[in-house]
């Protein structure tokens, strides 16, 4: 594992030689916080198909979360991604501490969301996606990939890295992988494994909601949302913390009017921890 800048740069231009182009090279990055799963081992595998070189970074990076403590836990596994890593014959693994890349701190020059990532997920944490953005740039600019790979679990910040690339016109296509769902149609995520059974009953709720939005979207935006609730009533562990349809081409809430094409959002805490997730939907 690569833990420093200079390193970092060593090693990708040892990779790519003096002539890149001449090589036919292209580089795939994947940016995760570590701790990973199969959802991770999906996107390596696609990076893998996208290009010769396959670069993986398992940063926590700290200006995603609130505070200093939310950071610190933050569930850390560097022994078992070791493994996972090597499995999948990663070339590079860059795992660089918060002080290498971020030598300012939390007051780090920041890339900004704007409108769009304060809203959803960045109404609850207003500070996230800029955080987000931030880090993403500078490994865009630190490994210049051909492509960047993503889950579509998180579609608000696949929009946001999206536009970003488009705005700040960096040299990398975006690819994005379909979310890896349990048995019970849940996003895999490690905090699947901290809830008890009744918890667990209560969150496989979320994707049956998006299930009901979906099956009422030739009726409108209004039944789509009105049978998402309709899938979450009564159950008292979830607590709602935003559910909305959105367009596509701007994120944005869509109107009575919208056809075709649209995202159905949701977010919710149960038992202590939040679960995001989402589906496509063709309103008509």
């Known amino acids: 594992m690569i833990a420093t800048l ?3 740069r060593a090693r990708l231009d040892e990779i790519r030689g003096t002539d890149r182009a001449a090589q036919g090279l292209r580089i ?3 940016s995760t916080l570590g701790a990973l799963h199969e959802g991770h081992v999906d996107l390596i595998t696609r990076a893998r198909e996208q290009a010769d070189v396959v670069v993986v970074s398992t940063f926590v990076n700290p200006l995603r979360f609130r505070t200093a403590d939310d950071t610190a836990a933050y569930p850390r596994s560097p022994e078992a991604d070791a493994r996972v890593l090597d499995d999948l014959a990663v070339d590079v693994v860059f ?5 290498e890349l971020l030598p300012a ?4 020059t920041r890339v900004s969301a704007g409108d769009v990532g304060l809203r959803y997920e960045g109404r609850v944490r207003p500070f996230y996606f800029d955080g987000v953005l931030t880090v993403e740039a500078k490994l865009f600019h630190l490994v210049a990939p051909d492509v960047a790979v993503y889950g579509e679990r998180d579609l608000q910040r696949v929009f946001l890295v999206r536009r970003m690339v488009r705005d700040l016109d960096f040299r990398v296509e975006i690819d994005t ?4 769902r349990t048995d019970d149609g849940l996003p895999v ?3 699947i494994a901290l809830l008890d059974e009744a918890d667990r009953r209560a969150v496989a709720k979320l994707p049956r909601a998006l299930e009901a939005a979906a099956s ?4 409108g935006v209004d039944a789509c949302i009105a049978a998402a609730q309709s899938a979450l009533m009564g159950e008292q562990r979830i607590s709602l913390e935003y559910l909305s349809v959105v367009d596509p081409a701007t994120f944005l809430p869509v109107d009575e009017g919208h056809r075709g094409r649209a995202f159905a959002l949701i977010a919710a805490t149960v038992g202590g921890h939040r679960f995001i997730d989402n589906a496509e939907i063709s309103l008509r």
């Open 6 to 8: 200079e390193d970092l």
């Open 28 to 30: 795939a990055l994947v």
């Open 95 to 99: 795992a660089p501490s918060a002080a």
């Open 105 to 108: 701190g939390t007051a780090t």
């Open 177 to 180: 992988v379909p979310t890896v």
């Open 189 to 191: 995520s490690s905090r």
């Open 216 to 219: 009422n979207a030739d009726m």
